[in-house]
């Protein structure tokens, strides 16, 4: 056994802060073996557990408490991603009034009044894109200062002191993708790698498995199916 997986067997034994700490920042060396990064992150989610469970009624508080704030937590992962995606949007939109305004001024006479049309429409775009990044940054900070508001409203410094990534261990966020039960459409699929069944599918019929069922015109009754498939389309 490596000196490393020694002190990481030592520190899952330690029901600690400290030894929370110091795995935290093991699981960062990136000299670590996979063997030894495995081991380290099976050893911080026990430790993190053994370590927060509630042991009088201030810390059962204060558990609650914490799970409302890892739900934010999660809520601004989101936000970045939508304020991400949204910004995306505006440099596109910007782009697009530029262009359209630059068409304007090489239009002739009779081009103008549809030019101008154009670029009216795309300066209404990029105006709804700046719109959105505008409400999800104050989204973003109402959401920091509701975490921030919480956290100083933990009665005991045992969670107060608590890392936010034990927060991920101790209240992981809701998976839609890990709940779906139904595949991708195999032969006939939608063409998006990353399908999980109907909600996202727009090809061919996954089976039984297909929630929303069958377009009706795909199948005569008197025909056959092959495991409850007619190979049409999934009806969202």
Known sequence: ????????????????????????????????????????????????????????????????????IAKRLDLLQDLAFDFYEEEQNLERAKLESEVAAHMLEKADAEQKEDRQTDLDASVMLTEMANDACVQIEEEIKMTNEWIDCAHEMLATEKYRALPQECFEV???????????????????????????????????CNGEGCEGGCEEDVLEEAEETQDGCCGGGCCK
């Open 170 to 204: 101790l209240f992981p966020a809701d998976d839609e993708d890990e709940e779906e039960e139904y595949n991708c459409c195999g032969g006939d699929d939608c063409g998006n790698e990353e399908c999980e069944g109907c909600d996202d599918c727009m090809g061919g």
């Open 1 to 68: 056994m490596s000196t490393k997986l020694e002190q990481i067997e030592a520190l899952s034994e330690q029901n600690s802060l400290e030894s929370i700490q110091t795995l935290l920042e093991l699981m960062k060396d990136e000299t670590l073996s996979e063997e030894e990064l495995e081991a380290a992150e099976e050893a911080f989610e026990t430790v993190s557990f053994l370590y927060a469970l509630p042991e009088n009624e201030d810390e059962e508080r204060d558990v609650k408490l914490c799970e409302l």
